[in-house]
Nanobody, 122 residues
Framework: VQLQASGGGLVQPGGSLRLSCAASGSIFSINNMGWYRQAPGKQRELVAL???????DYADSVKGRFTISRDNARNTAYLQMNSLKPEDTAVYYCNAGVRKLEDGGVHEFDYWGQGTQVTVSS
């Protein structure tokens, strides 16, 4: 299973970006999908999370500005980021709880994407 993150880049304060995270490989289903970020010198933090049923949760710092969504048919999650601020600058990683059919049962495994750089600067 691979998670391919894309959509990062350089944007001015107040601008927008849309990140995508596509899962591929031997997938039975996907439980939670999420976006995390890590700024230089800081720990990785949760940005947004979406369950298989569409329940969402956000870090306080991004509420009202970021929207997470997913397309279950495409095994893809999205993060729409609006009103970006310099403090949003970080490497953004996607994460997914992937369920696989193995040994006669369904087992869940945690996967991470490779990270995509988001830089907010004038």
């Amino acid at each position: 299973v691979q998670l391919q993150a894309s959509g990062g880049g350089l944007v001015q304060p107040g601008g927008s970006l849309r990140l995508s995270c596509a899962a591929s490989g031997s997938i039975f289903s996907i439980n939670n999908m999420g976006w995390y970020r890590q700024a230089p010198g800081k720990q990785r933090e949760l940005v947004a999370l979406i369950s298989s049923g569409g329940y969402t949760d956000y870090a306080d710092s991004v509420k009202g500005r970021f929207t997470i969504s997913r397309d279950n048919a495409r095994n893809t999650a999205y993060l729409q980021m609006n009103s970006l601020k310099p403090e949003d600058t970080a490497v953004y990683y996607c994460n997914a709880g992937v369920r696989k059919l193995e040994d006669g049962g369904v087992h869940e495994f945690d996967y991470w994407g490779q990270g995509t750089q988001v830089t907010v600067s004038s």
